[in-house]
């Protein structure tokens, strides 16, 4: 099987991960840190296997899926016009995801960076490069803003997608910003998580109704 360059280098990623989680299992507690509140006290613990292999084990369902589905979406030919957007945005999130493994085995070797700075810069850049991909989808049934109305007609597909791509970087922006606000970053995230979908199905089907 043929593998493109991003997806050899998303096996590479994941190899780090379980490579990184191998390393450091005999150095950690055989509990840690899992979840943090607002004020970036730590609320939830894990056990050692779960903190340390869960992102390899996310990794392997996100690799597979990201070969798969691209090859057997209708669409298939659309995704190919903006694939090396949908190829970075893989590699994103993979260094996201490890990011977030090293983020919790330094917690747990004494190393506490502040999750409140942390998570909102990385998600602020993940929301960013979804932006930029979303503004480049063309119509599919896998990647994207996913209504009836998108899938019923391009031009609807293209205008939310537009629409959507500029609100997901304004998005991605308020969440670096909610890094200077500490305790408070969460609602700078959550509110617009939440507020988002609700706006670009209602945009879609206004705009399918007009068509």
Do not use: C
């Not at 590699?91 to 998570?119: A, D, E, H, N, R």
């Amino acid at each position: 099987m043929h593998l493109r360059k991003s997806e050899i280098l998303a096996i590479i990623l994941l190899l780090l991960s379980v490579a990184v989680a191998i390393y450091f299992n005999p150095r950690l507690p055989q509990r840690i840190p899992s979840h943090w509140n607002a004020a970036g006290k730590v609320d939830d613990y894990a056990s050692k296997f779960i903190g340390l292999f869960l992102s390899p084990i996310i990794l392997l369902v996100f690799l597979v899926l990201f070969i798969v589905l691209p090859k057997i979406d209708p669409y298939k030919a659309n995704v190919e016009k903006f694939r090396k957007y949908f190829d970075g945005f893989i590699i994103l999130l993979f260094l996201f995801v490890i990011f977030l493994q090293i983020f919790i085995i330094l917690w747990s070797l004494g190393t506490k960076l502040k999750p409140y700075i942390v998570f909102p810069v990385g998600l602020g850049i993940l929301f960013f490069y979804v932006g930029i991909m979303l503004e480049k989808a063309k119509r599919n049934w896998f990647i994207g803003i996913r209504t009836p109305w998108t899938m019923s007609d391009e031009g609807v597909w293209d205008r939310t997608h537009k629409v959507g791509g500029l609100l997901f970087k304004i998005m991605g922006v308020l969440s670096v910003i909610s890094a200077f606000f500490g305790k408070y970053a969460f609602l700078f995230i959550i509110i617009p998580v939440i507020l988002l979908p609700i706006f670009l199905i209602v945009f879609s089907y206004m705009g399918f109704k007009k068509v």
